[in-house]
């Protein structure tokens, strides 16, 4: 089954940036943060670089204590009102909730699909995935491309608040779902047919390692690029990436954390797109698909410019 319609009508009921959703009690008189516990899913060098990010960029008056999901217990719920929790990565979020349901909490290293499934909207999340618009000004000023394609679950609700207008950027957006009946390669293909580009969205459902290298090799046979939104999916094929550093999430943590620090009552919930990105590309599947590619500062410094 096909959708083809422009980006600005894809889903109603979302907002570009943060959704803002009913201010739950502790957010109604927020005390001081006088000490910010993190909690890292799991000890590897992308969290710690943005641990070490966030705490260069921080408040130095700020306290900071860094943890396993395995070392918190129960001797936190006596330390006062003054703490804030960054969760990294989902079992993180997972374990400082069943701390305590109402501790004050950012949670970090999630993709939209991930903040959906773990019901989080009373807190505020930092997404990995770039807002739509970067998506689309990259993807229109690294090929000048007249179309490009998307693919989405078969469910409403896994899809991305896709609230930009593709028109901005003299582009059309196409989206492309999957179902029992529409299985992933044939659907695929149909999109490589029918666009100049694949544009991969941060879907684990969709691109995983069981399917990627088919995905990746079927873009490529079809002599049509895919743009995604990881690093590692452009060493192994993709064309170009826009996503998130380490170091990008930390900065934007830091920013959040100061802007508490100053405001504590003024503090949002839902979430919040990555406001930071770096990009990468692939010369050699450039040179393959004939493709003439700007270098990576031409391309940040156009994608500035439009402020995407």
């Known amino acids: 089954m096909r959708y083809l319609t422009p980006a600005l009508n894809c889903l109603k009921g979302f907002l570009a940036g943060a959704i803002f959703l009913s201010m739950p009690a502790w957010l109604a008189a927020a005390p001081h943060i006088d000490e910010i516990i993190i909690v890292k899913s799991s000890d590897n060098a992308y969290f710690n670089q943005s641990v070490t990010t966030l705490i260069d960029h921080a408040d130095e008056s700020i306290s900071f204590e860094v943890l396993m999901p395995a070392q918190l217990n129960a001797d936190f719920n006596g330390r006062g009102d003054g703490r804030l929790f960054i969760s990294f990565g989902v079992a993180a979020t997972n374990a400082v909730k069943q701390l305590d349901a109402d501790a004050r909490l950012i949670s970090a290293y999630l993709t939209f699909e991930q903040y959906r499934e773990l019901a989080i909207d009373d807190q505020l999340a930092i997404l990995l995935d770039q807002p739509l618009h970067r998506y689309l000004a990259f993807c229109k000023l690294l090929l000048g491309l007249d179309s490009v394609g998307i693919l989405l679950e078969d469910d409403l609700e896994s899809d991305p608040p896709l609230a930009a207008s593709a028109d901005r950027y ?57 743009i995604s939104y990881s690093p590692a999916h452009v060493r192994a094929g993709a064309l170009a990436s826009i996503y998130s550093s380490p170091v990008d999430i930390g900065r934007h943590l830091a920013q959040i954390v100061n802007q508490r620090l100053e405001q504590p009552s003024a503090t949002s919930v839902g979430f919040e797109y990555a406001r930071f990105y770096s990009i990468t590309t692939n010369p050699s599947v450039a040179q393959a698909l004939a493709i003439n590619l700007l270098d990576e500062r031409e391309l940040r410094s156009g994608l500035d410019r439009v402020r995407p």
Request: net charge positive; hydrophobic share 40%.
């Open 170 to 226: 003299d582009l059309i957006l196409n989206q492309y779902r999957l179902d029992a009946a529409n299985k992933l390669l044939p659907v695929l293909r149909e999109l490589l047919r029918e666009n100049d580009a694949l544009l991969m969205l941060p879907r684990q459902s969709i691109y995983n390692p069981d399917t990627l290298k088919a995905v990746l090799l079927t873009s490529y046979r079809n002599q049509k690029p895919a």
